[in-house]
């Protein structure tokens, strides 16, 4: 009869270490989500900072307007699905 509880103490034992396994890995990459639309952002205004100081030309912030409309429509698409 003592094997029961052991047993049940066991199984709980590996739920909480498979959960907390998950959740760390979840948090994890919520954190290195972040920080790349961090660093995303702020590559987005340091370009939209040089075109507007004149260091970009026309053509090139046209170009780079197009890429970044495109990636934001495929990221919406990708959320959406």
Known sequence: ?????AF????????????NNEKGFST????????????TQRLVEGFAKAYRDGDVDHDDHETFNRLLDGYVFSLRSAITS
């Open 28 to 39: 994890r990459h919520e954190q290195n989500y972040d920080s790349q639309v961090a660093q």
């Open 8 to 19: 049940i103490g066991a199984a709980v034992t590996v739920a909480t270490s498979l959960y």
């Open 1 to 5: 009869m003592a094997l029961g509880p």
